[in-house]
């Protein structure tokens, strides 16, 4: 999802139901492809 309000709302909503999925913003995915992969780890979110 390129919209971060969307993604808060989609957020909300797993978080709700408790289903243990995180949101992440496609430009992190992506970053994390370039030259440091760490970007998506627990400390970062």
Known sequence: AGDSSC???IGG???RIR????TLH???ILA???T???????ASV
């Open 7 to 9: 993604l808060m709302h």
């Open 13 to 15: 909503g797993l978080s």
């Open 19 to 22: 289903s243990g999925t995180r």
């Open 26 to 28: 496609l430009a992190r």
């Open 32 to 34: 994390a492809t370039r």
């Open 36 to 42: 440091t992969p760490d970007v998506l780890t627990e």
